[in-house]
């Protein structure tokens, strides 16, 4: 996997099967420990980067890595192990009456960074954006309600909705809405489902792989939404302005 490019990779990958009995373990169950998972994530961010493989591409690749983590994984129980219930504001006044989880970033590299999201029952992220980058959400303990919706364009197919209309703000699509639990992954790229939701509902911790960094050089910075009108229920359409 490291030394192949894309094609190499699923080339090999579609003769898997047949060598599974001669490595004595299918590669299919197979599972990475902390400094494997990384070392393969790194591969991948940087063929992203250097524009050798697409995001619908990344994606696939990343959360089929993620999804192998072995979450039990001596390295990673240390990074369990000191966490801190502090409420993270984001460095905002105004965000200080939010119910935050803990966020810390628990590995990072020039193409991508990896952090542990750890919410307290209730505890939630408000809607957001994340410009420019790709995402891999991992939830590994407890269970976390999250929703994703795509940036419309401004002009609606309802005459009403005019740019005027709308002023500074948006047209939101709802387009998954989950409760995941352990095991379960969720992804978005940059164009699609990139503005999200989440809250959990008791205990929990996410790993969250994002490519590129947050720190990479020329990231527009995130921008928070509310919803403030429902624009169509059938298709869940919504408006939404920023905060």
Request: aromatic share 10%.
């Amino acid at each position: 996997f490291i030394k192949l490019n894309l094609r190499g990779l699923i080339g090999v990958s579609a003769c898997m099967p047949f060598l599974s009995d001669c490595l004595g373990q299918s590669t299919e169950t197979q599972q990475f420990d902390w400094k494997e998972f990384n070392k393969r994530l790194k591969y991948i961010a940087d063929q992203l980067n250097n524009k050798e493989i697409t995001e619908d591409d990344y994606l696939k690749l990343a959360a089929d890595i993620s999804g192998r983590l072995d979450t039990n994984d001596a390295e990673l129980k240390t990074k369990y192990a000191k966490y801190k219930n502090k409420h993270i504001d984001f460095n905002h006044p105004a965000l200080r009456h939010w119910n935050l989880p803990e966020i810390r970033k628990i590995h990072g590299e020039q193409t991508f960074q990896i952090s542990l999201l750890e919410f307290e029952p209730n505890e939630e992220i408000y809607l957001h954006d994340h410009p420019g980058m790709t995402g891999v959400a991992h939830c590994i303990k407890g269970n976390v309600h999250v929703i994703n919706y795509d940036l419309l364009p401004r002009l609606w197919r309802d005459p009403m909705i005019t740019q005027e209309t709308l002023g500074k703000e948006v047209l939101l699509r709802e387009v998954s809405n989950a409760h995941m639990k352990p095991g379960d992954i969720s992804t978005l790229s940059a164009t699609h489902r990139n503005i999200h939701w989440l809250k959990a509902n008791s205990f929990s911790r996410v790993i969250d792989i994002f490519a590129p960094p947050y720190d990479y050089p020329g990231r527009k910075a995130m921008k928070r939404f509310k919803i403030t009108d429902v624009i169509d229920s059938n298709y869940k359409i919504y408006k939404a302005g920023e905060v």
